[in-house]
């Protein structure tokens, strides 16, 4: 199913006038309800308000076919795709033309064509975690080469900027993913070393997190995530995106690879929200003024 986001007229014009002709540029987007649909327009508002970019929004869901995106990009002469959300990259990525397409909102490395990731960029992730707990010196965690390998490798390098080691343990499979989650726990140490839990983790969330939680409270650890739900569960901090900010970011990631300014194949969201567990915090030695707190943009235990 294809529909307009809204309206008869699915183009949205740039915000503003550009001296150059703004590429055409189609806009892929699920067609989804709730709170999905907020984020996904908070994002479009992002990307629409870059004036580099004339934009025609296109809806698809799971009935849509690739025959279906093909036709609405060759009518509105396309000459730039953005796919938001796996749904809309998996029929993006099976385009039978040369259309350049980038993808945004989803996770890891599972995209073949370059990609704005969930994830936070590496470097703003170890700067918002400097700022919160200075003290730490070991940045820990369980990544698997295809899904992550990317926020590792590039954390490896910047990571002496901030003071910080990271060490990694590399699983290929679930199974290998659970023992390493336990040695890490192992080679862990109390009040200095922090825990990384990616957001596409090779071990669902669901099945190690429980344990996670558990060793790195008694050992206080800190763990910090992509996702405000461990927060609230009792990991120290989230790091996540601002989605309209979120959506500029993507625009320009994609304007770039079109004019030939980056080759960059993966890069993290880099505009960030942080979550806060004060419970977590006090019980690992971080002590957060009033003032401190007024820097997060959620906090847990929730504030009465």
Known sequence: MISALSGADNTISPVEPSSNIPIKTTLIMPLVTGAAKNIYQNVAEGITSNSDLKISIMMVDKASSIEMVEQHILENNSELVIALGNTSYRLAALLPIDTLVIAGGITGNQ?????????????????????????IEDVMLVYNE??????????QKIAPKYGFNIVGYNAKDIKAGVQSYQQLLDDA??????????????????????????????????????????TKLGGLMAIY????????????????????KTNDAIIGTQELRIAINLRTSSHIGIRLSTSDQAGFDKIYPTQR
């Open 189 to 230: 140490t109390p009040n200095t070393s922090a825990i990384w839990l990616p957001l596409r983790n090779i071990v669902p969330s669901k099945t190690i997190l429980p344990m996670l939680l558990e060793r790195a409270w008694s050992k206080k650890l800190a763990v910090f995530s992509n996702n405000p739900s461990h």
């Open 111 to 135: 995209s073949l064509r370059p990609t704005l990731s969930l994830s936070s960029d590496p470097e703003a992730a170890l700067k918002e975690l400097k700022r919160v707990a200075p003290h």
């Open 146 to 155: 295809s899904l992550n390998g990317w926020w590792y490798h590039k954390a």
């Open 241 to 260: 995106p601002e989605h309209q900010k979120m959506g500029s970011q993507l625009a320009k990631f994609a304007t770039d690879h079109f004019q030939g």
